[in-house]
């Protein structure tokens, strides 16, 4: 059983920073792409980023290109997530998310529908 622990949320003034964290365990498959979404208040859970185990290769939904950052410590079993320059449009409760689709345009445009692996979620409040 995958099982994905997120932490790393918190309350951050606008222009400010955090770095999001994903451990994650289970995987019976060899490859799998791994990353974030986030739902904020009144939307629809979204795509972030995702980083391919295969490769390396990373998607970013083009609202955070620039400023957030995945990356992957194979090693510990990391998924992480840079976010510089946030912005109050950034508050939303994020979620570590898993799946073994290697497509990782549409996985983070519409993956919502089907993974089946998720974190508990983390809240990240962003103050203007």
């Known amino acids: 059983e995958v099982q994905l622990q997120a932490s790393g949320g918190g309350l951050v003034q606008a222009g400010g920073s955090l770095r999001l964290s994903c451990s994650y365990s289970?995987?019976?498959?060899?490859?799998?792409?791994i990353g974030w979404f986030r739902q904020a208040p009144g939307k629809e859970r979204e795509g972030v980023t995702l980083?391919?185990?295969?490769?390396?290769?990373?998607e970013y939904v083009d609202s955070v290109k620039g400023r957030f950052t995945i990356s992957r410590d194979k090693d510990k079993n990391m998924v992480y997530l840079q976010m510089n320059s946030l912005k109050p449009e950034d508050t939303a409760v994020y979620y570590c998310?898993?799946?073994?689709?290697?497509?990782?345009?549409?996985?983070?445009?519409?993956?919502?529908?089907?993974?089946?692996?998720w974190g508990q979620g983390t809240l990240v409040t962003v103050s203007s």
């Open positions: 998310a898993s799946d073994p689709n290697l497509d990782l345009r549409r996985l983070l445009r519409y993956g919502r529908h089907w993974i089946v692996s």
């Open positions: 980083i391919s185990s295969a490769d390396g290769t990373t």
């Open positions: 289970g995987f019976t498959y060899d490859d799998y792409a």
